[in-house]
């Protein structure tokens, strides 16, 4: 099963086709949609392609492939025009290779925490698992002090931090996060837990 991560789309419609050109090119299964969407949000300014209507056009073609968490800026009217749900906070895909199981926690990154050991336990994270989330635009690999790693695959619209637009990739073995444009910026294998 291999997946494509997008985050923080906020209604820019090009970088969408741009991102999910690769969703083709790398023969994907799913994709996996961490929240803020259509709207661009209080903080951003507003996309040159901003086009909310075309985004979801383009997104509800891909419905039955499609598992989507709520970000910050989606609001309760967006549902009305996916034909996919998007209401969810978080939600996990669960990997299992060699007898190790790796959970993987999916959110858009404003509601949860998993810094502290005690903090990964209230979402039944340990050291090892992996959480999925976009929110700061930032894309990259971080290890949180629970031993939990987060990674973010950036905003494909609105990049922050000095990082580049972007996605990740997503297979049984390793999650891989690329520059819009493709190129891999980093990869994280699994269940070894090792970047590279």
Request: charged letters at 20%.
């Amino acid at each position: 099963m291999r997946y494509m991560v997008l985050s923080d789309i906020h209604g820019g419609s090009n970088e969408l086709e741009q991102a999910l050109s690769f969703f083709q090119s790398r023969h994907c299964d799913a994709l996996v949609l961490l929240g803020d969407l259509l709207n661009y949000g209080p903080r951003n300014l507003m996309p040159d392609d901003y086009a909310p209507p075309k985004v979801s056009e383009i997104l509800n073609r891909y419905r039955h492939q499609i598992m989507a968490v709520r970000g910050n800026c989606d609001s309760e009217v967006d549902q009305a025009i996916f034909s996919f749900p998007c209401r969810a906070s978080y939600n996990y895909i669960v990997m299992k290779n060699n007898g190790i199981l790796r959970k993987i926690f999916i959110t858009h990154g404003h509601l949860f925490d998993w810094d502290t050991p005690q903090q990964a336990d209230r979402i039944g994270l340990r050291a090892g698992d992996i959480v999925l989330s976009g929110h700061t635009h930032v894309s990259g690999i971080f290890t949180a002090q629970s031993g939990v790693i987060n990674v973010n695959p950036g905003s494909t619209t609105i990049p922050k931090g000095g990082t580049p637009r972007g996605f990740a990739i997503l297979d049984e073995e390793e999650l891989t996060l690329h520059r819009l444009e493709g190129e891999v910026l980093g990869v994280l294998r699994i269940f070894e837990g090792t970047q590279g």
